[in-house]
C-alpha cells in the first residue's frame, strides 16, 4: 500500500512536538517502509519538515530523507494510484473516500501505534498457483502503466472451499491487517448464479471494512483467464490438446464471451451431457455446440437419447462382467466427454512454465479476459506495492 500522511498531522506534530502518539505512529510508519513492506509518502514541504525533526528517530530520519531525495521518482504515485492510505488526525477513524475515481482509505494514526497493521498485505486466494499467476497478471500491468520500478511485496494465504470464507471473516475480525481476497464466480452459462464458495464469502463480507478487500474474479474459474497463446503452451499433450482447440473452434465461431462459462479442466462428460436438467445450461451448451459444429441442433436432443441409451448399455456390460468376475480393463463409457477439458493441473503446468520472457498485450487476450486482467493488475499493484529495503 502506499501510505500518505496528510498535512494536519505536520501541522499538529510542529505545533506539539512532544506529541507521543504522533511520534510513534510516524516511527512506525517510517520502519515499514524502511523494511520494504509499503510505500510511504508526504507533501513535498512535509517531508523537508519530518526529514530533521529532531524528535523521531535516526532510523525514522534517515528513511525520510531518502523520501524527500527520491521525490522526483514517487512524488506522483499518490495523483496515479486508484487506491491508497491516507493517515489522518482524527482519533478512531476507519473509513472510505471516493475521490475523482480513486478510493482512499482514510486510516487514524490510533491504528499504527503498534506495528501490526503495518506488515505486508495479505493475498487470499484457493493455492499458491493462482496467487502466482494474479502476481504475473499484476507485473504485465505495472509494465504497462510505467511502474515496472516499484516492487511487490506481500504474504500468502490460502483458503479453499469453505476455508476461504472462514479465514477472511478472522482476517476481518482482527483489523491487523490489510487483506486482498479473490474468489472467482463459478459460473457456468449465461445469468448463472455465483458459486457456494463466493456466496460464503460475500455473507463474511455483508458489512465491508476498508483493510480488507473482495475481488470477485467474473469468470468460472482462475483457468478462463488464461491467455489462449498460454493454453496452447500448457497444452501439448494430446488429450489436453483437444481442450485447447475446442477453445479455438469458439473463438473462430464468435463464442468469445462463452469461454468464461467453459470448464476448462474438465471439460463436458458424456455423463454430464445427458444427466443435465437446467434448461439455460442445456441452452448455452447447445449454441456452442452447434455453431462449433460438433452437433446440429436438431440433433442435440437426438443425440443426448443415443448417448443415454449407450451409457446405459456400457453399465449394464461393465455389471454383468463384475458378476462374472472376469479381469479386463474397462475404458468407463461416462469418462469420454463431448468436450475435452485440459488437465486439472492446467493452472499449475502453465505456472511451472518460465514465463519471465512472456510478453501479454491486449490483443492476446479476449475481451471479457482482458476486463479482469486490468481489475486484478490495478489491485494488486495498489494494495501490494512496496520499496526496496532502505539501509540506515
Same mark, same amino acid.
Given at each position: ?15 506539539? &512536538? ?15 517502509? @524502511? ?37 522526483? =521518482? ?73 511502474? @515496472?520500478?516499484? &516492487?511487490?511485496?506481500?504474504? &500468502?494465504?490460502? #483458503?479453499? #472451499? ?32 455465483? #458459486? ?12 465491508? *471494512? ?5 475481488? &470477485? ?29 475446442? *477453445? ?25 451431457? %445427458? ?28 443425440? @443426448? ?12 456390460? %461393465? ?23 485440459? #488437465? ?14 512472456? %510478453? ?11 476486463? =479482469?486482467?486490468?481489475? *486484478? ?16
Amino acid at each position: 500500500m502506499l501510505f500518505y500522511i496528510s498535512p494536519q498531522i505536520i501541522s499538529s506534530l510542529i505545533d506539539n &512536538p512532544e506529541n507521543k502518539r504522533i511520534i510513534d505512529a510516524i516511527d512506525n510508519l517510517a520502519f515499514s517502509r @524502511r523494511n520494504g513492506y509499503h510505500l510511504l509518502t508526504a507533501d513535498y514541504s512535509d517531508l523537508k519538515i519530518l526529514k530533521s525533526f529532531e524528535k523521531l528517530e535516526r532510523k525514522t530520519l534517515s528513511v525520510f530523507n531518502f523520501i524527500f531525495q527520491t521525490w522526483s =521518482e514517487i512524488g506522483s504515485l499518490k495523483n496515479q494510484f486508484k487506491n491508497y492510505v491516507e493517515i489522518v488526525l482524527e482519533p478512531n477513524i476507519l473509513d472510505i473516500k471516493n475521490e475523482n475515481g480513486k478510493k482512499i482509505i482514510l486510516l487514524s494514526i490510533d491504528y499504527i501505534q503498534n506495528f501490526e497493521l503495518l506488515n505486508k498485505t495479505k493475498i487470499l486466494a484457493e493455492n499458491q498457483e493462482e496467487i502466482d499467476f494474479y502476481i504475473f497478471i499484476s507485473n504485465l500491468y505495472k509494465n504497462k502503466k510505467g511502474f @515496472r520500478h516499484i &516492487p511487490l511485496n506481500y504474504y &500468502p494465504l490460502m #483458503g479453499g #472451499g469453505d476455508t476461504t470464507a472462514q479465514v477472511f471473516k478472522t482476517e476481518k475480525a482482527q483489523k491487523k491487517s490489510f487483506c486482498l481476497c479473490f474468489a472467482d464466480k463459478d459460473i457456468k452459462y449465461p445469468n448463472c448464479e455465483i #458459486g457456494q464458495t463466493l456466496k460464503k464469502i460475500e455473507t463474511e463480507n455483508e458489512i465491508p *471494512i476498508p483493510l480488507c478487500e473482495l475481488l &470477485p474474479i467474473n469468470v468460472r474459474e482462475i483457468e478462463n483467464l488464461i491467455p489462449l497463446k498460454l493454453v496452447e503452451k500448457a497444452c501439448q499433450d494430446f488429450n489436453h490438446k483437444k481442450g485447447y482447440e475446442f *477453445i479455438i473452434k469458439m473463438k473462430d465461431a464468435n463464442l468469445d464471451e462463452g469461454i468464461k462459462y467453459l470448464d476448462f479442466k474438465k471439460g463436458i462428460s458424456l455423463k454430464k451431457f %445427458i444427466e443435465l436438467k437446467n434448461t439455460e445450461y442445456l441452452q448455452f451448451l447447445k449454441e456452442i455446440l452447434t455453431k462449433t459444429n460438433l452437433l446440429t441442433e436438431i440433433d442435440f436432443d437426438k443425440n @443426448r437419447e443415443i448417448i443415454k441409451t449407450e451409457l446405459n448399455y456400457s453399465f449394464a456390460k %461393465i455389471q454383468d462382467i463384475k458378476t462374472n468376475n472376469e479381469q479386463i480393463n474397462i475404458d468407463f463409457f461416462n469418462e469420454t466427454n463431448i468436450i475435452y477439458g485440459m #488437465g486439472d493441473n492446467l493452472l499449475n503446468r502453465l505456472m511451472n512454465e518460465n514465463l519471465n520472457n512472456e %510478453i501479454i498485450t491486449d490483443s492476446d487476450l479476449l475481451q471479457f479476459q482482458l476486463e =479482469e486482467w486490468i481489475k *486484478i493488475g490495478e489491485y494488486i499493484t495498489f494494495w501490494t506495492c512496496s520499496g526496496s529495503h532502505i539501509a540506515s
